[in-house]
């Protein structure tokens, strides 16, 4: 029964890793000539759907008590493939540069550090996921906070801010240029990188809790729901960049808030950087 229950969380990874695998693929078949906006956003549709697969598979995983060291390290490597390396892949073809320019290897090296650090990411999760299942307390904390960015949101920033600058309505009101684009996508790749194995603290989503009345609640679902779906509907480009870098920008700010009061202060103490590891081989 408990192989069975395991079964279907595997399907769901499986499912999402499929869609990071087809972006990598499909984006290499490609034909040159094709719209960059039409490119990125089917890509972008693919991986969002990834993203809500790698969600719903541990949740489900949990509340069938079927998580499994098996489906921990599928998870992990099929977050490597989706969202550390497909988002590089979908980056380098949009831009389509010629080789051996300062601007193709700024471009390349800005993918590899993102694919590079997701994996570092996913490792040092799991490592940690490891160690703390014999502390409640810590167990507790490390599924509230996430020490660094988590990959899913990381992809998210990266694919965003790639389709947002091939959609129309950049496009149609502002002139930017190959060169500007592969040097701004570079940059959001290496900080994005640099995010994901930093110390910092980002919330999940489970430190959500709104106490409000079940109808008040319901309505402002549906509220939100309606935005997100006439969003995705018209203005897709936007609305994912918007929700991604929402998500990253809020929780910057909050660390840097707890920076700047200082350890001795009460003020958002849940962001405190974690300390360095002293020995990473022990």
Not at 111 to 132: D, M, N, P, Q, W
Not at 161 to 188: E, Y
């Amino acid at each position: 029964m408990m192989k069975r229950a395991s079964f279907f969380p595997n399907v769901i990874t499986a499912f999402g890793l499929a869609c990071g695998l087809f972006v990598i693929f499909k984006t290499n078949v490609i034909s040159p000539h094709s719209s960059d906006y039409e490119i990125v956003q089917t890509a972008a549709f693919l991986l969002l759907i990834a993203g809500v697969a790698d969600f719903i598979d541990g949740a489900l995983a949990r509340a069938m008590h079927a998580e499994s060291e098996f489906g921990l390290v599928f998870d992990s490597l099929s977050d490597a493939i989706s969202f550390g390396v497909a988002p590089s892949a979908l980056m380098l073809k949009a831009l389509s540069l010629e080789q051996g320019t300062f601007l193709s290897f700024f471009s390349v090296t800005g993918a590899i550090i993102f694919s590079l650090c997701g994996v570092l990411r996913l490792v040092r999760y799991s490592v940690k996921a490891k160690e703390v299942q014999k502390d409640v307390s810590q167990e507790a904390a490390h599924k509230k906070y996430f020490t660094g960015l988590p990959i899913p949101a990381a992809a998210g920033g990266a694919v965003s801010a790639n389709l947002f600058l091939v959609s129309p309505m950049v496009v149609d009101f502002f002139s930017i240029s190959t060169t500007d684009r592969a040097i701004a996508l570079g940059i959001v790749m290496i900080l994005l990188g640099y995010l994901m194995v930093c110390r910092l603290k980002f919330p999940s989503l489970k430190v959500l809790h709104f106490r409000l009345p079940s109808f008040h609640l319901i309505f402002l679902v549906v509220v939100l729901a309606i935005f997100i779906i006439y969003g995705i509907l018209y203005f897709f480009a936007l609305a994912l960049a918007f929700v991604a870098w929402a998500y990253i920008t809020t929780s910057l700010v909050l660390s840097f808030i707890r920076l700047i009061a200082g350890k001795k202060s009460k003020t958002l103490e849940e962001f405190e950087p974690d300390p360095e590891d002293v020995d990473p081989h022990s």
